[in-house]
């Protein structure tokens, strides 16, 4: 059985490795993703974000548990800093979903962020596709949680579950010009916590200037203790359903095509463009810059022009 058979017939070992394969550019891999491509789009794909420490592996977890109890299925995706030893992921979420890790109706996958900027890894995206095409009901995308670079989220994800925790103070302003107006849902974890009602009135205040139909709910559980979770899985549900008959759902998924789009023809670009043949080249016009005899901007567009034949 080749891989693209593997995968739809439900095969982890093929989704597996046809991940592995996309982390590494592989062009068999791509072509899979592309003969399939038709398969995509039937599963509710959710980001959850937020500051380190939010307790976003343990909300993902109860989560997926709570779904698993309705018979559907569940692919989780953790994008985990990058050991700058290894190369591979340093958190290692899986080790926090040890129950789920077992499940037959869960795929868990840690993916390191290679020092690709905005919470995700570059292959994040295909890797969606492939649990997609694999048949999943729900999937999880877990971000590194960095801060304000988290916005990458959406260009992946219908749905984006924001978790938060009390006293967080100041800090939620410092963050809100970056990931609070990417939020679809707001989850203050850990609520048991002093601090908890302040938190969930400060964000509400934030979200009166929120002018869309859809108001994010701010929600207040405990992941430990499994409270609130059953309520959070509704509010899910209510935002799906939201998408679907507002017309949002194409909406965002036709921009985020565009996007995706666009970002693969930079690197397509970029790959010409700085490839290993070019360097020696790329190296002449850098000194002439440097000395002042050309300028960077007559030099990109030389390059370019050079080496894309345009």
């Known amino acids: 059985m080749n891989l693209a058979e593997g995968l739809m017939n439900k095969d982890k070992r093929a989704a597996a490795r046809l991940i592995t394969m996309i982390e590494s550019n592989d062009s068999e891999a791509i072509s899979i993703l592309s003969m399939l491509y038709k398969h995509t789009g039937r599963a509710h794909v959710i980001g959850i974000t937020g500051p380190p420490g939010a307790g976003k592996s343990t909300l993902t977890d109860k989560l997926a548990k709570e779904i698993r109890k309705n018979g559907k299925t569940v692919g989780i995706i953790a994008v985990d800093p990058t050991s700058p030893f290894t190369g591979g992921s340093i958190l290692g979420d899986r080790v926090r979903m040890t129950d789920l890790y077992t499940d037959s109706g869960v795929f868990i996958r840690s993916m390191g962020t290679r020092g690709h900027l905005g919470g995700l890894s570059k292959a994040t995206l295909g890797a969606v596709k492939v649990l997609d095409i694999y048949g ?25 579950l ?3 925790v009390p006293g967080l103070g100041d800090d939620i302003q410092a963050i809100k010009a970056g990931i609070m107006e990417i939020g679809d849902l707001f989850a203050i974890n850990k609520s048991d916590r002093e601090g908890a009602d302040r938190t969930k009135v400060e964000i509400e205040m ?49 921009k985020n095509s565009e996007t995706e789009i666009i970002d693969l023809i930079q690197n397509s670009l970029m790959k010409r463009v700085i490839g290993d043949g070019n360097q020696l080249e790329i190296h002449k016009m850098a000194e002439a810059v440097a000395l002042r005899q050309l300028d960077p901007y007559t030099a990109s567009d030389k390059l370019i022009k050079k080496m894309i034949n345009l």
């Open 206 to 254: 934030m979200l009166d200037f929120n002018h869309s139909d859809w108001r994010p709910p701010v929600l207040q559980v405990v992941a430990t203790e499994n409270k609130g979770v059953d309520q959070l899985l509704e509010m899910l549900h209510k935002h799906r359903s939201y998408l679907e008959n507002s017309g949002m759902l194409i909406k965002k998924r036709r």
């Open 136 to 160: 999943f009901d729900y999937i999880f995308i877990e971000t590194v949680g960095v801060g304000q670079s988290e916005v990458d989220i959406v260009k992946a994800a219908d749905t984006v």
């Open 162 to 164: 924001m978790v938060m």
